[in-house]
């Protein structure tokens, strides 16, 4: 592994553990056990640092939902693995740090608003149109706005000032808004799944 990704690598585990503003270059160094110099001579700064390690950290979440999201034929079986593998990312992350993120490093935090409008709107359009032609979503919906409601109410999510994760569990969240969005657009065949599902956890 090259030195750039493995500074990035292991960079990353620390922002996720502690945040990002309380880890500076020095800490960084020292725990990669390299020096501040060698530092900089991959990254102009801190900045470039949290822009690179947020950058890998995306494409991971990426792969991720999108391998979860292909291991399930039924929608509905779908959603609850792309909901398991966010809750497992956020299980990983301290919780203060999406809040650091946005209001110290805004163009790093615009990443998440790529991955969240790109990929995630995406899959839940996917989703949309898989579940309608399993019938387990009514025929009548409009895909677009649907996904688009979705993504909105995620924003809701991660937003510290509506539910802060020091107070909230992400899992239970997303289970709720979860269960909240098929029930507004399942067929009773998609509703008695569901039923059943929620029965079986």
Sequence with gaps: ?????????QSLSLFLKK????????????????S?????????????????????HNDLVSEMINISAAKFENAIDELFAI????????KKINPYLLGELKRYYPNTWALTEQLKQKVLFNIVKNNLSKGIEQEIYRKEIDVDIIAKL????????????????THYDF????????????RGI????????????????
């Design 83 to 90: 909901d398991e593998s966010c809750s497992l990312v956020m």
């Design 1 to 9: 592994m090259e030195v750039k990704e493995h500074i990035i690598q």
């Design 36 to 56: 501040k110099k060698t530092l900089y001579v991959h990254f102009d700064n801190k900045q470039d640092l949290v822009h690179h390690c947020f950058q890998k």
């Design 19 to 34: 945040g990002v503003k309380q880890v500076n270059m020095d800490e960084v160094a020292t725990n990669l056990g390299i």
């Design 171 to 182: 899992r239970k969240l997303l289970a709720e808004i979860r269960i909240y969005h098929i």
């Design 186 to 201: 399942a067929t009773l065949k998609g509703i008695n799944y569901l039923e059943q599902k929620i029965n079986e956890e």
């Design 150 to 165: 979705m993504i909105s109410r995620t924003d809701a999510l991660i937003n510290e000032e509506v539910f802060p994760l």
